[in-house]
């Protein structure tokens, strides 16, 4: 996950960290909401172990990961009180938004990404809204067929192949370029990738690989397969256990993580990882308001919320992915290393919906012989 990326850097990558802090701002049960400035947040008396109205409650994936001083800043300037609730990676989010359609466990929702929005869409998911005042630049990451009406792009990175230079440079092996690359012998049992039936990156992966070569997409999946490749079930385990770069003792110097990373292995001035960008697939990140939502106020007022300058300015170093808001400053660090793709390959939302569960089919059985 890529909260997990963000504090690891902060830790200067010295261990696995999980993503556990995606509920660290609070749960149902673990405080009291702050006082209402404003009728705004006023309570309704709700049942005991209800969310009262008063509550914004957010169902997200398990990389949420906004710093604690600012949503409380959140909260005192609107009366509301922010409840997280985190549920897995951007599949597992949204096969539970649609199951809980029309009766959901929160009030908005942030992590739906475009391999799985039109999913969400066609299922009404999401009530209408549009923010007020849209920034420059976001509405260049609406979903196709949708006009930003019931989702609003929040970020957005590029899902990429990444190599450890340092071990390349240390066993004097050339450094792999593309895709095509990872299926050649000088590469046999050197990369890691997250799956694509339980992971959002690794769906994205599936994605870039049928974007590149078509109906030959399963042909190359074979070569990879055939040429040792390591399929694991999330990204933290591929990165931070089976990666030379990771937090642990790992042995493959090339996985499938962020265009971004490169930024969270600097040392000295200089970055031991490369994102190869020829193999990048775009993903972004969304956020609505959810279908029978109890805090339909609140919830437009949190969608605002992340699209103001100071959310926007926080998704680097807090989530490791890019604003939408154009303008936005990167830090240093990204400025210079985390180098995004001109040309990164896509697969259009209304593509994914029609083949998705087909794909993934194939793609297990592809993988799994």
């Not at 597992?92 to 908005?108: A, C, H, I, M």
């Not at 923010?131 to 990429?160: E, M, N, W």
């Not at 999946?221 to 399929?231: C, D, R, S, Y």
């Amino acid at each position: 996950m890529r909260s997990t990326r963000a504090l690891a850097a902060a830790a200067a990558l010295t261990g696995l960290v999980l993503a556990a802090s995606a509920c660290s701002v609070s749960t149902k049960d673990d405080s009291e909401p702050s006082s209402a400035p404003s009728n705004q947040g006023a309570s309704t008396g709700s049942t005991t172990g209800e969310p009262k109205i008063r509550d914004v409650v957010l169902v997200t994936h398990d990389s949420w990961n906004l710093p604690k001083k600012l949503v409380a800043q959140w909260e005192q300037q609107t009366g509301y009180h922010l409840v997280v609730r985190a549920s897995g990676d951007a599949g597992t989010l949204t096969n539970k938004l649609v199951l809980t359609q029309g009766n959901p466990d929160g009030d908005v929702s942030f992590g739906v990404d475009n391999t799985f929005a039109t999913r969400a869409l066609k299922a009404n998911v999401f009530a209408p809204y549009t923010p007020a005042s849209v920034p420059p630049g976001v509405s260049q990451y609406d979903v196709t067929g949708d006009g930003g009406s019931h989702l609003t792009p929040i970020d957005h990175s590029a899902v990429c192949v990444n190599v450890d230079t340092s071990w390349f440079a240390a066993h004097r092996i050339p450094v792999p370029q593309t895709l095509d690359d990872l299926t050649r012998p000088a590469y046999k049992n050197l990369f890691v990738t997250a799956g694509a039936s339980t992971s959002s990156p690794g769906m994205a992966f599936l994605l870039a690989t049928i974007a590149k070569y078509g109906d030959g997409w399963q042909s190359y999946w074979q070569k990879l397969m055939a040429n040792g490749a390591e399929i694991t079930d999330g990204w933290d385990q591929a990165y931070d256990v089976e990666f030379t770069q990771g937090g642990g003792h790992g042995k493959r110097p090339i996985v499938l993580s962020y265009d971004s990373d490169p930024a969270a292995t600097v040392k000295d001035g200089t970055t031991s990882t490369k994102a190869l960008l020829d193999t990048c697939f775009s993903q972004v990140e969304y956020a609505g308001v959810l279908t029978g939502a109890k805090n339909v106020p609140g919830a437009e007022a949190f969608l605002d919320w992340l699209l103001s300058p100071q959310v926007q300015a926080e998704l680097p170093d807090a989530m490791y992915v890019y604003p939408v808001v154009a303008g936005t400053a990167l830090p240093a660090d990204w400025a210079k290393f985390a180098i995004q793709p001109t040309k990164p390959l896509t697969v259009s939302p209304a593509d994914i919906d029609a083949n998705r569960e087909k794909w993934l089919q194939q793609w297990s059985d592809v993988t799994s012989r």
